[in-house]
């Protein structure tokens, strides 16, 4: 892999997406450290597949996939691979993403950046627009889940710099938003979300 390729930025609060080959690899950087990235793939034959966390799961029989996992689409067949990760390896499958309405929910009674719209707006960018927000994968997304299933909002147990490599096991669109969740603490007790950065590898 060459990790001299271009840096592109996600900037805070909003989204990107990108077309990888099968083969090809995406680095996402967690810049600033407490940053979640919701991410979602979608096969560029038919973007009726992507990515599923309700089909990752029980594929792996954990909540929470790790390094070296084979990240499965609502087919059943690898869309991803889960090749590296420098964090400490906390990442959410769990919760939907954010949208305007989850954020009328919190008390919001103004339109609020979200991930949803993130998404659609970053797809419609690369020319590939999709009408419905599958389950992201939360990386960095800290949701720790007791021995009754109760569940909290923790803050990123990542550091600046972390990244992680997902390679892609058919030709699909990646699409990133960088949260801009700023009333729980799940970007960081700052409750500040920041910037975050890509790359493509080989
Ligand atoms: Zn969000």
Redesign the pocket.
């Known amino acids: 892999m060459t990790q001299d390729s271009e840096l592109f930025t996600i900037p805070a609060r909003r989204g990107r997406a990108a077309r990888l080959s099968q083969g090809q690899s995406i680095q996402i950087v967690n810049t600033h450290g407490a940053q979640?990235v919701?991410t979602w793939a979608f096969s560029t034959e038919d973007p009726r597949e992507f990515m599923s966390m309700e089909h990752i799961r029980p594929t792996l029989t954990r909540i929470f996939p790790h390094a070296g996992d084979d990240l499965v689409s609502n087919r059943r067949r690898p869309i991803l691979h889960f090749a590296e990760d420098t964090s400490p390896g906390v990442h959410d499958t769990l919760m939907a993403?954010?949208d305007d309405y989850r954020y009328g929910l919190l008390g919001c009674t103004e339109y609020h950046d979200?991930?949803?719209d993130?998404l659609f707006a970053a797809l419609r960018n690369v020319g590939f627009p999709v009408t419905e927000c599958p389950s992201p994968l939360n990386l960095w997304m800290n949701i720790p889940v007791d021995g009754a299933g109760g569940t909290t909002w923790g803050v990123p147990a990542s550091k600046p710099g972390d990244h992680v490599v997902l390679r892609a096991e058919m030709d699909c669109v990646v699409a990133m938003?960088c949260?801009?969740?700023d009333i729980l603490p799940i970007n960081g007790e700052a409750r500040a979300p920041t910037e975050a950065h890509y790359r493509i590898l080989g």
């Open positions: 979640v919701d993403a954010c979200n991930c949803t993130n938003s949260c801009p969740q």
